[in-house]
């Protein structure tokens, strides 16, 4: 049964690595990031008959591109996502809500310290540039936190279940018979690796393709709730292939899907994403034919094509201030003079500058310098509206990017919980469940997940705005008719939690919600306690003067 299992994964993987792109993503960067080829391990391709030389205009709006994804949606250093709560917002308690903004917090702090950014840049340049970006994250041990590869484009394939989400994938990479038994251990080698392993030489040196294959385990093969120890019980199965032999170096498992798959625009039902150079390739070509024939005709200018006659041949003297003897026939003749020679250097720049335009519109360079390229002083709240605007045009693609973004934050918080990293104290019922006939295991229910960044607070502006919009209206109805029911209707710590969230205000500089509802009982108590001694002290001024009184009516009788 193990080996026709093994032999199984084989044909998945097998089939998945010889399948052709379906997407031309290699014509988008070859002549822009031809890098991008060279990474993913795959041949030169043909000459295609221009230039063998980068696109510059479009290779820098590239890592424009990339740098606003990064600023906008992911960016180091600031709090750009907050876990919400499963259930409905009246079930969480105080506790809960605390919990929630700790674990935050503590995820934010690990993702931070990580390599996380460093590598996810390098899926941002494949996602803009080929369309799709990849992204494996593991469990560091070492750590008790998480780690990040980047898979370059090219080295893998992948499908989709019923529900259109990744969920099988393979991935091929090089290794070393040194490292290989590093990794799955010396006896698992097949016979190529083995035979390099025993040479001094060649252990170190000779290269092996492997794949990895992660595929989901149907519910027979999982077991009841032994995944949780036992990695061939894991949901997904991760298997070690030797491309060469087709031997299984190594079976284990994942909890979670462990690969990101970030797509820069997903269309109809493709399992790849298009590029952002897809609509502008062809511009691209023209624009290097153009400039290639704009620096040809910068050289004929500089060094003008002659036309002589034939007894004139290597008697011409083109240096400055060079003097060439001619016959009265050759100079009645006219010859020599400089031909072919005019270069139309306007019409050229006028259609490179068209072809910029048309490249800069495809990567919303434009659009992200709309707001810098305003001549004039703007108000804060025109500055405002213009940034959101600028924003919303990347809303198709940042709506897409957070669909694919899931898969990972999920992936960490189950890394970050299984090594105990979470507080204990308010810790949700609700995001683990008991599983196996003894409820002896334990599966994770990761929170939901709501993104904070500059492109989400553009899109969740008019919520912001309105808000305070309403609490300002109704702070200005109390201080005209003093009637508190127009502050009745806010509930004013959730008001000021969505704000300060909103804001990207850091959790160390803001109460929890029970730490501000404990000082509101705590000054609660302290004016009634200071009512009560006003009171106890007028009540005695009271009876000080009412027995003053009757001592001088007592007198008086």
Request: with cysteine; aromatic share 8%.
């Amino acid at each position: 049964m193990a080996r026709e299992q093994e032999l199984n994964y084989v044909r998945i993987a097998e089939s998945l690595m010889t399948a052709p792109y379906p997407t031309r993503w290699r014509d988008y960067v070859r002549h822009v990031m031809p890098d991008l080829i060279d990474a993913a391990d795959l041949q030169t391709m043909e000459d295609d008959g221009l230039p063998k030389r980068v696109c510059e205009r479009a290779a820098v709006d590239v890592l424009k591109l990339v740098s606003a994804y990064s600023v906008m949606v992911t960016p180091r250093g600031v709090k750009w996502f907050s876990f919400e709560p499963r259930k409905k917002s009246e079930d969480v308690t105080d506790d809960e809500k605390d919990w929630y903004q700790r674990a935050t917090q503590l995820t934010q702090d690990e993702i931070e310290t990580s390599n996380f950014h460093t590598e996810l840049l390098k899926s941002l340049i494949d996602m803009v540039a080929t369309g799709d970006g990849c992204l494996l994250t593991e469990a560091d041990d070492r750590t008790q936190g998480i780690m990040c590869t980047s898979v370059p484009h090219g080295t893998y394939r992948m499908a989709r279940n019923r529900y259109g989400e990744v969920d099988t994938h393979v991935r091929k990479f090089r290794i070393t018979a040194h490292q290989a038994a590093q990794h799955f251990g010396a006896a698992a080698l097949d016979q190529a690796m083995s035979e390099a392993l025993a040479n001094e030489e060649m252990r170190f040196r000779q290269e092996f393709e492997v794949w990895h294959l992660v595929v989901p385990r149907d519910a027979a093969s999982r077991g009841n709730g032994g995944g949780l120890k036992n990695p061939k019980r894991m949901p997904y199965a991760s298997v070690y292939i030797a491309a060469g032999s087709k031997k299984v170096l190594h079976e284990g498992g994942y909890e979670e899907f462990p690969y990101l798959i970030i797509r820069f625009l997903n269309v109809g039902s493709q399992v790849y994403g298009r590029s952002a150079l897809a609509p502008v390739a062809s511009i691209i070509e023209d624009y290097l034919e153009v400039e290639e024939a704009m620096k040809e005709g910068a050289k004929v200018s500089v060094y003008p094509r002659m036309l002589s006659t034939p007894d004139m041949a290597s008697e011409i003297d083109l240096r400055a201030g060079g003097v060439t003897i001619v016959s009265k026939a050759a100079m009645g003749s006219g010859l020599p003079k400089e031909w072919a020679s005019v270069t139309r250097y306007q019409e050229g720049l006028m259609q490179l500058e068209q072809y910029k335009n048309d490249i800069d519109d495809a990567l919303y360079v434009n659009q992200l310098q709309s707001v810098s390229t305003v001549d004039r002083p703007m108000s804060a709240t025109e500055a405002k509206i213009r940034e959101n605007e600028k924003l919303m045009t990347f809303s198709q693609s940042f709506t897409q990017f957070a669909a694919d973004m899931r898969v990972f934050m999920e992936r960490v918080f189950c890394i970050l919980w299984r090594a105990d990293r979470f507080p204990t104290l308010g810790r949700p019922t609700d995001l683990f469940e008991r599983v196996g006939p003894r409820g002896e295991g334990l599966k994770v229910m990761a929170p939901g997940v709501k993104y904070i960044g500059k492109m989400s607070k553009a899109l969740e502006s008019a919520k912001q705005q309105g808000l305070i919009e309403s609490l300002t209206f109704a702070l200005q109805m109390y201080a005209t008719t003093q009637d508190p029911a127009w502050l009745d209707y806010f509930k004013p710590y959730e008001c000021m939690q969505f704000i300060t969230d909103e804001s990207n205000v850091d959790v160390g500089c803001v109460r929890t919600t029970s730490e501000a509802k404990k000082r509101a009982e705590q000054r609660d108590k302290m004016a009634l306690a200071q009512m009560q001694m006003q009171m106890a002290a007028q009540s005695a001024t009271a009876g000080a003067q009412l027995a003053r009184s009757e001592a001088q009516t007592g007198q008086q009788a």
